[in-house]
């Protein structure tokens, strides 16, 4: 899994070609720790057609305000380096975001 930064962010998702799905996440936040292993379990299945990463947003608040991500966790699928898709606080369940990245595939 790509752990993305506000340094990298821009280069690996905003100007990659094809699927990028971004889990927003932070170190105080519970449900997304939860979630954690679930996208591990789809980067398993669908690691191959899509970039998988993660960013701390506790270490890249504004960079997640410019996305509008507003709550966590926040799980979004960039094309071509623009958003697509997201699920967000109580739909960030492993079927719903499995659901979006079959959606784009």
Same mark, same amino acid.
């Given at each position: 899994m790509l752990e993305l930064t506000k340094v990298n962010f821009e280069s690996e998702v905003l100007k990659s070609e094809g699927l990028v799905l971004v889990d927003f996440w932070s170190d105080g936040c519970e449900p997304c720790?939860? =979630?954690?292993?679930? &996208?591990?379990? =789809?980067?398993?299945?669908?690691?191959?057609?899509?970039?998988?990463s993660k960013i701390n947003t506790t270490k890249a608040r504004r960079l997640a305000i410019k996305e509008r991500v507003l709550g966590l966790p926040t799980v979004c699928i960039y094309k @071509?380096?623009?958003?697509? @898709?997201?699920?967000?606080?109580? @739909?960030?369940?492993? @079927?719903? &975001?499995?659901?979006? &990245?079959?959606?784009?595939?």
């Open positions: 720790k939860a =979630l954690m292993p679930d &996208i591990l379990d =789809l980067k398993e299945q669908y690691g191959e057609k899509i970039k998988f @071509d380096g623009i958003k697509v @898709d997201e699920v967000t606080k109580d @739909d960030a369940k492993k @079927d719903k &975001i499995e659901e979006m &990245i079959k959606k784009h595939m």
